[in-house]
């Protein structure tokens, strides 16, 4: 195949070749249309838009409504900081926004939304590689994934709460079923999968789905259900409801690990400082950003999309956790 060289561009462009090389350059002088024209069809060549000193790439972020959680926020941190040791230049977009990119020169990015139509968006338009961090590829050609490895981290859980004898195992979050079910760390199948294993029967019934904006009332009813119904431990999916949750048990005078077990979301510098310190799950930072920064950068070198790569999580064991209370 013959190799797409600056005149094809400029032909596909209907531009000069002298336009597309001030393109490159980046001059200010060429017009918003001009260059977002001249991109494009770049892009859609498959030109070679990284030979320059440095790569440009790009971070997608959630919408200001839908913050990132600490961790995630830590792990932006990082892999902007990784680009930058790598002498990258790093810009931050919008995942809502992908227009704002059609005038930027880029060679890739890593998205941190979780937008379920980015990916198909992303390959029909931009044609540069794609780290996602939130959804899974679909094995788009330019689109991977580097995905919390949720299923081993909920069996890490069922089995310690099972070596300590509970049985009546409780799931709750604020998600719903229906995205808990789509979301592509598998934690809600993770979680079906590990109480299989332990022989835990019907593990479908000792899920709680919250809405997201579920009042305090709701949440101390949906705690007394769950009692009602046997629970002696409880994994809490999210780290905002897990805090709240703390208020709510010691309104009803429920003490931890005493009259319900829990392991919560790590969150640094608050989960080893609460009464009992929480035992947490708490993702590898240093490693997310590492693979993060790598599968992008491999992306990159071949111009291939590697398989998915699966980020780890550890279980953090402190004093949330006891034997299930004897007059259950």
């Given amino acids: 195949m013959k190799?797409?060289?600056s005149r094809m561009v400029?032909?596909?462009?209907?531009?000069?070749?002298?336009?597309?090389s001030r393109v490159l350059r980046e001059d200010p002088h060429v017009s918003a249309d001009t260059r977002a024209c001249v991109l494009e069809h770049a892009r859609r060549l498959g030109y070679d838009l990284c030979g320059r000193d440095a790569r440009r790439v790009a971070l997608l972020l959630p919408p200001p409504e839908?913050?990132?959680s600490s961790f995630w926020n830590a792990v932006l941190v990082g892999v902007c900081g990784n680009f930058a040791a790598r002498g990258w230049h790093v810009e931050l977009f919008f995942a809502d926004h992908l227009e704002s990119l059609d005038e930027r020169l880029l060679d890739g990015a890593v998205d941190f939304s979780s937008s379920e139509?980015?990916?198909?968006?992303?390959s029909s338009r931009f044609h540069i590689p794609l780290v996602r961090t939130q959804n899974g590829s679909r094995r788009q050609n330019n689109i991977s994934a580097a995905l919390l490895d949720c299923a081993s981290m909920m069996f890490r859980v069922v089995s310690l709460f099972r070596d300590y004898g509970h049985r009546e195992i409780f799931y709750l979050t604020t998600t719903s079923e229906a995205e808990e079910r789509a979301n592509p760390t598998r934690r809600l199948a993770g979680f079906y999968h590990a109480c299989d294993s332990c022989k835990i029967p019907h593990p479908e019934r000792h899920c709680v789905f919250l809405p997201p904006d579920a009042s305090d009332a709701s949440l101390e009813h949906a705690i007394e259900r769950?009692?009602?119904?046997?629970?002696?431990?409880?994994y809490c999916a999210e780290e905002t409801l897990a805090l709240r949750l703390d208020t709510i048990l010691d309104r009803m005078g429920l003490q931890i690990p005493k009259d319900l077990s829990r392991i919560d979301p790590e969150v640094p510098n608050v989960s080893a400082f609460l009464r009992p310190p929480r035992t947490t799950v708490q993702p590898d930072e240093t490693a997310a950003v590492l693979r993060i920064a790598n599968l992008l950068a491999q992306m990159l070198a071949t111009g291939k999309a590697p398989p998915?790569?699966?980020l780890p999580i550890k279980l953090v064991v402190r004093n949330s956790v006891a034997a299930p209370p004897q007059n259950v």
């Fill in 3 to 5: 190799k797409v060289n």
């Fill in 10 to 20: 400029a032909k596909a462009a209907g531009v000069s070749q002298a336009t597309v």
């Fill in 66 to 68: 839908r913050p990132l």
């Fill in 117 to 122: 139509t980015l990916a198909d968006i992303w």
């Fill in 226 to 234: 769950i009692l009602r119904d046997g629970a002696t431990a409880l």
């Fill in 308 to 310: 998915n790569v699966l």
